[in-house]
């Protein structure tokens, strides 16, 4: 199954806020995220989460970006 991860509550989308596009490594997106967030960024990643079983047996558990090796990010120190 596939479902869209929603956009986080807090995403300011003012005219007068700067947001800033960031190439990540590949499937690094997550990671980046983190990193920018612990910095005190806003961040944005648009993705969805999949989930795949076979059986009982979960066989991939993650979210994927849908836009691969980018995310949005807005700071004064960027």
Known sequence: TITRNAAP????????????????????????????????????WPSSHKLVTKGERVMFDASIGTFPRYLFASGRFL
Request: with cysteine; proline share 6%; charged share 35%.
């Open 9 to 44: 509550a807090d995403l300011d989308l003012r005219p007068d806020r700067r947001w800033y596009l960031v190439y990540t490594a590949p499937r690094r997106e997550a990671v980046a995220e983190e990193g920018l967030r612990e910095a005190g960024c806003l961040t944005f």
